[in-house]
């Protein structure tokens, strides 16, 4: 039994010597593989970003609307005496100047009469002086006791009824005049006339109710627009501000934009439509902007002293809000929550989390995360351009 066993034992060794050399080169191919998984965990070679620095500037504090220009003065012409139009003086869609001949009405009629009030005021007048020189004839023959009280009395009366009738007729030839000047129909304002309604050979009258023409003011010019109720703290709260201006620029123009004063705010808000309605007074010496056309307003409140600006493609939406790549001087990267303003052409006003000088992500940022390097490479200088566009801009509280 002896013998079997040491046979056995014997026939056992080279088996297990061949089981423990596979068995250690199975753990050497294993400590490869988990050699080679480890150094895949070191991760990928830094990714090229576009970065620019973040700026300060000092920008407006504005708000974008959509608005209307109207006419500074609207003046419908009407007939003041009625008669026969004899001529017209000026051409349609003409610019006038206060005081310009536009159309003339018959005068004769009223240069008749006109000349028969004179007539009748001279007649006065005579009467009056004969009337006052009986009267002092009167006060000498008192003064000497030879005339009756009643004659005295007489002579006092019949000059002062005299010099009520020459007021009288005087008033009349004011009147007179008047009528005869309303002959020749002036413009009113300085403007520009639209289409006449008559031509001549028209009688006209002044209850006739349709206009000879209608002139606008057009310079300056009003602009209309409406802001919405959440933004009217705002605007009340710098409505004593210097720098409250109202930027005017007309859809689809090639002019540029001009600067306007505030110069109405509405008492109430518009029910329904929660808007208050604001005007502006705009320069509008060249004729670029015409009544009721729409165009872009920006109201300027304050500006904003060295606002740090950021370009607009840096600022992501997150889970926990706006946020930033910073990249640091190790190009490493970190990621920095911000609170961000309005906007100023490609540029955005951030209020909190970025300083002037530091560099941020501009391009890229979805493949990236905290702590990362990076390869950062400069964007082109982005625009901040000041004319009002078509988005709103909400302003920073």
């Not at 005496?81 to 005081?99: C, H, N, P, Y």
């Not at 005017?248 to 002019?255: I, L, Y």
């Not at 902007?289 to 002293?305: E, M, S, T």
């Not at 990076?374 to 625009?383: D, F, H, L």
């Amino acid at each position: 039994m002896i013998g079997r066993t040491d046979q056995r034992a014997s026939g056992l060794r080279p088996f297990r010597l061949i089981v423990g050399a596979a068995f250690l080169v199975l753990c050497l191919f294993v400590f490869a593989a988990c050699g080679k998984k480890t150094a895949g965990r070191e991760g990928p070679p830094p990714r090229t970003v576009l970065v620019a620095k973040v700026t300060a500037a000092d920008v407006p504090l504005y708000l974008d609307e959509i608005g209307t220009t109207s006419a500074l003065e609207t003046v419908q012409v009407q007939a003041q005496v009625t008669g026969q139009i004899m001529s017209r003086e000026f051409k349609d869609g003409a610019d006038v100047k206060k005081g310009d001949l536009l159309f003339k009405i018959d005068p004769r009629p009223y240069q008749a009469a006109f000349e028969q009030a004179q007539g009748q005021f001279a007649q006065a007048r005579a009467q009056l002086a004969l009337n006052q020189t009986n009267l002092r004839r009167q006060l000498d023959l008192r003064a000497k006791n030879v005339t009756a009280p009643q004659e005295f009395d007489a002579a006092k009366a019949n000059a002062a009824a005299d010099e009520a009738r020459v007021k009288s007729a005087e008033a009349a030839v004011a009147a007179a005049q008047v009528n005869l000047d309303f002959c020749d129909v002036r413009a009113p304002i300085d403007g520009r006339a639209g289409l006449r309604n008559v031509d001549v050979g028209n009688v006209v009258s002044p209850g006739s109710g349709t206009p000879l023409v209608s002139i606008q003011g057009l310079d300056p010019i009003y602009t209309d627009f409406t802001i919405s109720e959440p933004d009217l703290p705002l605007v009340r709260r710098y409505l004593e501000n210097e720098n409250l201006k109202v930027m005017t620029d007309a859809e689809g123009d090639s002019t540029e934009a001009r600067m306007g004063d505030l110069y109405f705010i509405d008492n109430a808000v518009q029910p329904g439509s929660g808007t208050v309605k604001l005007r502006g007074v705009t320069p509008n010496p060249d004729r670029a902007l015409w009544p009721a056309q729409f165009v872009h307003v920006r109201l300027i409140l304050d500006i904003l002293k060295g606002a740090t600006l950021v370009p607009g493609g840096a600022v992501q939406i997150g889970q926990n809000g706006p946020y930033v790549f910073v990249v640091k001087p190790d190009s490493t990267l970190d990621l920095r929550q911000v609170k961000p303003g309005q906007v100023q052409g490609d540029l955005t006003v951030i209020s909190e989390g970025v300083r002037e000088g530091e560099t941020v992500v501009v391009s890229g940022q979805l493949q990236l995360a905290p702590g990362a390097k990076v390869i950062a490479k400069e964007a082109g200088p982005p625009s901040s351009g000041e004319g009002p566009g078509p988005p709103r801009a909400k302003a920073i509280n």
